[in-house]
């Protein structure tokens, strides 16, 4: 009986149990004034085969893969963007007004101290703490 109860618990913490919820249009009215807000996650070796979620104000929008960037149009104002795994990981989250012809643009980028809690200290605390790292850049790259 015990060896079953491990079993199943094994496999619910090594399942996606909080699958990311992307939309895949966002209709956003044409009378909301809107702007482009880039989202790049740096190529590393670290969390190489997981996905990010990117999205703002508790609504998940894209997934990332290791070194790709992303383009999406956000209505202007007070908005809190946030990054996390497709796994059950605690969001990183960034708070930036959005102003009217300035794009933003972000990096990800994989949170080292979590990946220290999680394989030095105790496994289970990646499902306690940001895996990954959001910064805002103070000017988009000339590539975007």
Known sequence: MKKHALIILLLFILSNCTPARIAKVDIIDPKIEVEKVYVSRKKTIMHWGVQTVFGYDDSDKIKLNNGKTAQIYVPVGNREFFIRTNQADKPNKIYVELKENQP?????????????????????????????????????????
């Open 104 to 144: 933003v643009c972000f990096k990800v980028y994989p949170s080292v101290s979590a990946i220290m809690k999680s394989a030095f200290i105790f496994p289970l605390l990646f499902w306690f703490t940001s895996a990954f790292e959001i910064e805002r850049e103070e000017s988009c790259p000339p590539s975007i």
